[in-house]
């Protein structure tokens, strides 16, 4: 198993900005996953990249994944007071091991 | 989407009590189920690996005597809190991997678990 890092660690922005968090990885892929997790409350599975996928959207999401640099971005535009949560990103080889998180704070 | 179902959402026992959960998947069979602890503002700890008819496999530093899995079905595992303390207090996840999907989890909505 290996662990993805997430980058920042906490996130704090105004209503209507963008968020980014990146996440990096140690060895090869074949899949990267990104959920989010609100206080308290299990995961939302947001995207899944492929490791012969460089970018994905849905919504309001975009990810990108450069294998080169074992990394991975999370991009969330015009951002709401219910994007507060924490992002966490899961790479898997057989097992997913999540990393520490990025705590998005969406200010009114 | 798939489902995974959590129960129960919510229990708090005594010290010393044994507690359940239930982790199913509702529309897909999953020979494997994984088992996750997180405690407040920290991430995600792989507990254990669940496999339907066979022993789960724990990661470094579970007890396996403490945690008890049982995977008798292919869309149900439970866990198995043995003789809890309040340092067992805890958030615990399940998730199970699609049979058809192997490498898509589904999560459930997680069991808050205050040991008294």
């Known amino acids: 198993s290996q662990q993805g890092e997430e980058d920042p660690q906490a996130l704090s922005i105004q209503e209507g900005e963008n968020a980014t968090m990146n996440c990096s990885y140690k060895?090869?892929?074949?899949?990267l996953q990104w959920y989010r997790q609100n206080s308290g409350r299990g995961l939302v599975h947001l995207i899944l990249i492929r490791s012969n996928e460089r970018e994905k959207h849905s919504g309001r999401l975009r990810v990108t994944l450069d294998t080169s640099k074992k990394s991975s971005s999370l991009l969330i535009t015009a951002s709401r007071a219910a994007d507060t949560a924490s992002y966490f990103c899961?790479?898997?080889?057989?097992?997913?091991?999540f990393g520490p998180g990025t705590r998005l704070s969406v200010l009114p | 989407g798939a489902v995974v179902s959590q129960h129960p959402s919510w229990v708090i026992c005594k010290s010393g009590t044994s507690v359940k959960i239930e982790c199913r998947s509702l529309d897909f069979q999953a020979t494997t189920m994984f088992w996750y602890r997180q405690f407040p503002k920290q991430s995600l700890m792989l507990m254990a690996t669940s496999n339907e008819g066979s022993k789960a496999t724990y990661e470094q530093g579970v007890e396996k005597d403490k945690f008890l899995i049982n995977h008798a079905s292919l869309t149900l595992s439970t866990l198995t809190v043995t003789s809890a303390h309040p340092e067992d207090s805890s958030f615990y996840i399940c998730?199970?991997?699609?049979?058809?999907?192997?490498?898509?989890?589904?999560f459930g909505p997680g069991t808050r678990l205050l040991v008294l």
């Open positions: 899961a790479t898997d080889e057989g097992d997913f091991v």
């Open positions: 998730s199970a991997r699609d049979n058809q999907q192997p490498q898509t989890q589904y």
């Open positions: 060895t090869s892929i074949n899949n």
